[in-house]
């Protein structure tokens, strides 16, 4: 418990710094060499309006492409002054590859989506139509890839839209996971009415956070992550204690712990922030590349849990 709230905290106090104002872009320097840039080279940009909506989002504008190529004499001025690396509108820079706006974590976001596909099919030859969660690991899946694939849009090109959807797809992974942890530790029945009552609360809280986030606010980098950190937290502690139960009796629920403990301390990337190396491998990125292998674990923790409790039910049916 204290470990949980060491974590939340460290990573609270990251975000507050996250959210203020960038060193990089409010630069005299920077907003200088900007201004000359746009007032040279954007006075037409009535080619981007003639782009269909899903191009829109991905293009890369005049003033964008202004203040990518205004970052970097920027980036060696501070790191000249001895300043060092400082992030410009709330990220650090990197280097585009292919138009690609963070090469990292866009490919290492792909391994995430990939590790899913390739594990729900592994699931689907080992588990039974009829065993207890088939479904849910399906729906936990598609949740999962939906989010996957936002991410991956996101750090292609970060424009509002595609910060909305990712944050969004980021909070449906975390919210069903507690969701998960919930059903499978009160084992309600899949048409039971406590079944019904709790999956409809939990759809509506999504929808409601998604209509605050998407309608109603700018988008709010510390309120986001700060949900996300907390749900988070609940899910971490709750498997925790479960499998601290079930650890002696059911040897399978190692993987579980495993995968609880290899999660939280992957999260330390998001806290431990530092500079992309090689302009390219910031913490965020190498997050995602930690958090890729473990879905393998995660599936065959799920697998051996059906497995489990497809046995209880045949014993149940038996002494029925």
């Known amino acids: 418990m204290t470990q949980t709230v060491a974590l939340i905290t460290a990573m609270f106090s990251f975000v507050v710094k996250s959210v203020l104002a960038s060193t990089g872009d409010r630069s005299q320097m920077f907003y200088s060499c900007l201004q000359e840039c746009i007032t040279k080279n954007c006075s037409d940009s009535s ?68 590790g899913h596909v390739v594990m729900i099919q592994k699931f689907r030859k080992e588990v039974r139509s009829t065993a207890p969660f088939y479904v849910m690991t399906h729906v936990f899946c598609f949740i999962c890839c939906h989010a996957w694939l936002w991410s991956t849009i996101f750090h292609v090109r970060d424009v509002r839209f595609t910060e909305i959807m990712d944050y969004l797809g980021a909070f449906s992974m975390v919210l069903f996971s507690v969701y998960h942890f919930i059903v499978r530790v009160l084992a309600f029945e899949s048409r039971s009415s406590q079944y019904s009552l709790f999956t409809g609360m939990a759809i509506g809280f999504y929808f409601v956070y998604h209509s605050y986030t998407t309608f109603f606010v700018k988008m709010d980098y510390g309120y986001n992550m700060l949900i996300n950190i907390a749900f988070g937290a609940i899910n971490i502690l709750g498997w925790s204690v479960w499998c601290f139960n079930f650890y002696k009796r059911r040897p399978y629920v190692k993987r579980c712990a495993a995968f609880v403990t290899l999660i939280a301390l992957t999260t330390l990337f998001e806290v431990l922030d530092f500079p992309p190396l090689f302009w390219v491998f910031d913490a965020h990125a190498l997050w995602h590349l930690s958090t890729a292998p473990l879905v393998i674990l995660w599936y065959k923790f799920l697998i051996d849990d059906c497995h489990h409790m497809e046995g209880l039910k045949l014993d149940l049916e038996k002494l029925a």
């Open 47 to 114: 080619q981007n309006s003639q782009l269909s909506f899903p191009l829109r989002i991905l293009q890369w504008t005049c003033s964008d492409d202004c203040k990518y190529f205004c970052m970097w004499p920027t980036v060696n001025w501070f790191v000249e002054a001895e300043i060092g690396v400082q992030q410009f509108y709330g990220k650090w820079p990197f280097v585009r590859f292919w138009g690609i706006q963070e090469p990292a974590a866009t490919l290492f976001s792909i391994l995430n989506l990939v």
